[in-house]
Structures are given as C-alpha cells and as structure tokens.
T-cell receptor, first 111, second 111 residues
C-alpha cells in the first residue's frame, strides 16, 4: 500500500507571497492532519480534515488555511508568507483516531 | 509551559544497550500516548500507541504510561545503530486526532 505523499518536497518563496501544499493520504484514510515542524517549536498541530470538513484546529493565524476534496486529498495554503513560516510541513492520514501516518513533508523556505 | 516536555538529548549509547526515553505531560485529560521515530529528512514513523495507563510491547520496544505521575516512557532493548534517530512522544485527548508533541530526543547508538 502506498504511503502518504506530499508535493512539492521543497519550495522557496519570498515574503508576502502565498503557497499551496498538497497531500495525498493512504488509500481509504479519510482523516488528514497538517503539522508544522521547526527546530524551535517542534511539531505543532495546524488542523485536521475529515470528510471535507475541518474537524480540529490548532492555534495558528488565519493566514493558514486548508481544505479537503471528496477523494480525501488535502491542500494547505499559507498567504502573506513571513520569514517565520519557514518550516517542514507534514501531513498525516489516519483510518482510526490516534494512528496517524506521516508523509515525508514539504520543506518551505521563505526568503 | 508546553503541554508535553521531552529532554532533547542527545543521548549516546553503545550498541546492545537498553535505552530509556521519557516524557512528561501536564494535561491530565490526555488518554492516548504515542511514540514516533524520525530519521533525518524524513517524516515521523509511528512506533506504537497506548491507551490510558499500562505497558505495551512490540518486539524490542516497550511503551509505558503512568497517568498518576503524568509520565510516559519508551524502552528499547538490544539497541542497534539503525535505531539512531529522533524519538518523539505525543499525547492526545480521547477521540481527538489533535496530537501534542514533545520536542524529540535525539538518540545515537554507537557500533
């Protein structure tokens, strides 16, 4: 079974731009969660989508948004990028609660 | 104060040693406790999860939860150089896919 895939793997943007990251979950998984990982703050929860609806949300500003499509694929969007948004963005999918499987991540660098 | 605290290490042990990795948490409502392993430039890999208090064993790995002291542990027996990675603990509420992660402990197993 294929794992969680994320595209692109690497991204370089400049301040003020916006970015869209994509995540394809494991086949059959309907829950997709997004996390931000930085050396200083570690892994922080952004939001979770289940059946195209946001089910849980972390403490990030409204510049961070997401959506999920009917095939469970998910996208995350960050608008008006700041230097502090440079991070590894991880997507995780799950079939049952508490068994989250992570993708390889998208490394975003904001210049 | 972070919800989940974890000593960042690094922890260096000889091959074959028993490794003990630990986390403490502050929210007594947490019910699920997870351990992930993350190799450099990869996404976290789920090792095991435990519900409530008690022990869970999987091969060379044993997870232990003590809810009375809000303390979780992962023991690795007969450690191998391939176990060298960062180990992350995570906690969540019952039936919520929102994980609170520790900062991770970097483990180095020397041949």
């Amino acid at each position: 079974k294929a794992g969680v895939t994320q595209t692109p793997r690497y991204l370089i943007k400049t301040r003020g731009q916006q970015v869209t990251l994509s995540c394809s979950p494991i086949s059959g998984h309907r829950s997709v969660s997004w996390y931000q990982q930085t050396p200083g703050q570690g892994l922080q929860f952004l939001f979770e989508y289940f059946s195209e609806t946001q089910r849980n949300k972390g403490n990030f500003p409204g510049r961070f948004s997401g959506r999920q499509f009917s095939n469970s694929r998910s996208e995350m969007n960050v608008s008006t990028l700041e230097l502090g948004d440079s991070a590894l963005y991880l997507c995780a999918s799950s079939l049952v609660v508490h068994e989250q499987f992570f993708g390889p991540g998208t490394r975003l660098t904001v210049l | 104060q972070k919800e989940v605290e974890q000593d960042p290490g690094p922890l260096s042990v000889p091959e074959g040693a028993i490794v003990s990795l630990n986390c403490t948490y502050s929210n007594s409502a947490f019910q699920y406790f997870m351990w992930y392993r993350q190799y450099s430039r990869k996404g976290p890999e789920l090792l095991m999860y435990t519900y409530s208090s008690g022990n869970k064993e999987d091969g060379r790995f044993t997870a232990q939860v003590d809810k009375s002291s809000k303390y979780i542990s992962l023991f690795i027996r007969d450690s191998q150089p391939s176990d060298s990675a960062t180990y992350l603990c995570a906690c969540s509420l019952y039936n919520f896919n929102k994980f609170y992660f520790g900062s991770g402990t970097k483990l180095n197993v020397k041949p």
